[in-house]
């Protein structure tokens, strides 16, 4: 694949990203688009570049970004607002929108993790995007943080959290903490394995996050708004051993979304020790991404969407609770 800078700017803050072309000199474009969306601590060299290498070969363009206050981009260090980096996602199509050698008409998103949700909040009010895939999703952030805990854990949590709102009132700075206080990898020793040998090899990864960010987090619900999705299509994928973000997670996107939609939990999978290039696991879920995709964009123009009743703003729920989750979905697996 080639590779060429292509910076743009969110909320007035130049993000780093890469252009990922196929290896064709040309022959394929306008190429259609696919925007990978980080997880939690990610970084545009790890996942969004596998996937870049993969989804190259098979004719797409991949723009790879760092979402603010990551990698070179510009931003706060720290600060990890899933609703803050669902504009800078928003800022990567419009940068793709206007590009010569990309198609405007055919760009699609993939979130990891905590971008699963990410690209749903996203594509919920942005019709130019005509399809979405998420894997290893979260759909509400209470829920998904809360099953990651112990109740002594959880509570100091809370706990922390509301402690630090009456700091940053007095002081104007939030309480910077380690990413594991709020993310427990101890508890999934698959993902918490290959987290250690693996990710850390990526300079920055691992870096502290403010409590903030952790309320935020909480306040996080894309299944609160992922039914606007539709008509366009939908892709969920999870691991069904995943022991990081719970099954479930997907099965309630699942359930709150509207068809086209479709569910697979792949079986024997965990969150992310399946993630390498050459893995057959990865390599059939990039199979399983370039039918989704080539299906979706051969459909014509994206559809208006199909009218819903008003959903929280910014994919945000109160922090207070847990949502209820949804029955277990009935889906295609």
């Not at 509400?140 to 949590?157: I, K, P, V």
Request: proline letters at 8%; charged letters at 25%; aromatic letters at 8%.
């Amino acid at each position: 694949m080639h590779t060429h800078a292509f910076p743009f700017f969110s909320s007035g803050l130049r993000l780093d990203a890469d252009l990922h072309l196929p290896d064709d000199n040309g022959a394929g474009a306008p190429y259609p688009v696919v925007i990978p969306a980080s997880g939690y601590q990610g970084l545009k060299v790890i996942h969004p570049e596998r996937f870049a290498r993969a989804l190259t070969a098979r004719g797409y363009a991949v723009v790879a970004f760092d979402y603010r206050g990551f990698g070179t981009s510009e931003g706060e260090r720290g600060r990890l607002v899933p609703q803050e980096w669902a504009e800078d996602l928003r800022a990567a199509v419009d940068r793709a929108a206007a590009a010569e050698l990309l198609d405007a008409g055919r760009i699609a998103l993939l979130g990891w993790g905590m971008g699963g949700g990410v690209v749903v909040a996203e594509a919920a009010d942005d019709l130019r995007v005509r399809a979405v895939a998420s894997v290893n999703c979260i759909s509400d952030g209470t829920r998904s943080t809360r099953n990651m805990h112990d109740e002594a854990t959880w509570n100091s949590l809370l706990e922390r959290i509301a402690g630090d709102r009456g700091r940053r009132a007095e002081r104007g700075r939030s309480e910077i903490t380690s990413p594991w206080d709020i993310v427990r990898l101890d508890r999934d020793g698959r993902t918490d394995g290959y987290v250690g040998e693996e990710l850390y090899k990526a300079p920055g990864f691992g870096s502290g996050v403010s409590l903030e960010s952790a309320e935020m987090l909480l306040r996080f619900s894309p299944q609160s708004v992922v039914h606007r999705i539709a008509p366009r299509p939908l892709l969920v994928v999870h691991g069904a051993e995943n022991g990081l973000h719970l099954p479930e997670e997907a099965r309630a996107l699942y359930e709150h979304a509207r068809e086209p939609k479709r569910l697979h939990l792949i079986e024997g999978a965990g969150h992310t020790e399946w993630m390498f290039d050459e893995h057959p696991t990865f390599r059939a879920l990039v199979e399983e991404l370039d039918a989704f995709y080539a299906e979706a964009f051969a459909h014509g123009p994206a559809a208006q969407p199909v009218p819903a009743p008003a959903a929280a703003p910014h994919a945000s729920a109160p922090a207070s609770a847990p949502a209820p989750a949804p029955a277990p979905a009935t889906a295609n697996a």
